[in-house]
């Protein structure tokens, strides 16, 4: 099973990537099209980041672990979580709760500082994802319930989202490199994978792509395509996009396990 995922990685990456940034694009069109009292925009320019930032991992991986694509890595991973944080952040404060101003995040660049300086990259990371990516986390989790207790329709993919971003605080406590920085001296995605047999970013991967399913769901849903389009249209514009991204990853999984068989075995 290591030695599977450890050949993979570098394909998981990519999915990873391909997942959100595909989920930037259909929450984007959402932001343009609707008018829900819903931070989109900022979720839309996170899910872009994140996308980008998986593949710079992949990056990392193809160009043999060079300097400069580990620290935009980094760096651009580090941005995402505090787009995450904005998210919700926003959110709240469009849905009229009390939430701190943008000075909150001097505290958090003094505290990630600090982890910086005693750590280095890991400890960039570590500590942005305890303060921005927990924080942001669990306040946009907190957007999309109140959001469903105050529709009227109490739409249910509110919490769904919900779910999932709680979800994505779990992951984001777990998927930190082992570091002095209490708890991911412990509690780690090295730790994970030792426990679970399953690298983290794999985990990450199936939730984003389970995120963007349900977001291109929710966006068809709220735009009464149902009403707009015949039940043809419904599967060219829902499901044949579905369908064509994960047909041309699976194949695209294929070739490159069959290619790199074949300059292995010669």
């Not at 394909?11 to 595909?22: E, K, R």
């Not at 900022?42 to 980041?49: K, T």
């Not at 946009?140 to 989202?161: E, M």
């Not at 990450?204 to 389009?229: P, R």
Request: proline share 3%.
């Amino acid at each position: 099973m290591e030695k599977f995922f450890a050949t993979q990685l570098d394909y998981i990456f990519f999915v990873y990537g391909l997942a959100f940034v595909i989920m930037s694009m259909i929450v984007f069109y959402a932001h343009r099209q609707t008018k829900l009292n819903l931070p989109l925009k900022w979720l839309a320019i996170f899910a872009l980041c994140h996308g980008l930032g998986q593949w710079l991992n992949l990056a990392v991986i193809l160009f043999n672990h060079e300097t400069i694509f580990t620290h935009v890595r980094e760096i651009v991973i580090a941005c995402s979580v505090g787009l995450l944080c904005e998210t919700g952040r926003y959110g709240l404060s469009q849905l009229k709760i009390k939430v701190p101003g943008r000075h909150i995040y001097l505290i958090f660049a003094v505290i990630i500082a600090l982890g910086t300086f005693t750590s280095g990259l890991k400890g960039m990371q570590v500590t942005a994802n305890y303060t921005l990516g927990i924080a942001g986390a669990a306040m946009t989790a907190a957007v999309f319930a109140i959001s469903y207790r105050r529709d009227k329709t109490k739409n249910k993919y509110y919490l769904a989202f919900s779910g999932i971003l709680i979800g994505c605080g779990i992951i984001i406590i777990v998927g930190v490199p082992k570091t002095t920085i209490f708890p991911a001296t412990i509690i780690n995605y090295e730790s994970f994978f030792e426990y679970f047999h399953v690298p983290v970013p794999f985990v990450c991967a199936i939730m984003g792509t389970i995120f963007t399913i349900l977001l291109t769901s929710f966006v068809y849903d709220i735009l009464d395509y149902n009403k707009n389009f015949s039940l043809k249209m419904k599967y060219v514009i829902l499901y044949l996009p579905v369908c064509t991204l994960i047909a041309i990853t699976g194949a695209g999984w294929i070739i490159m396990n069959y290619t790199s068989e074949n300059i292995d075995s010669s």
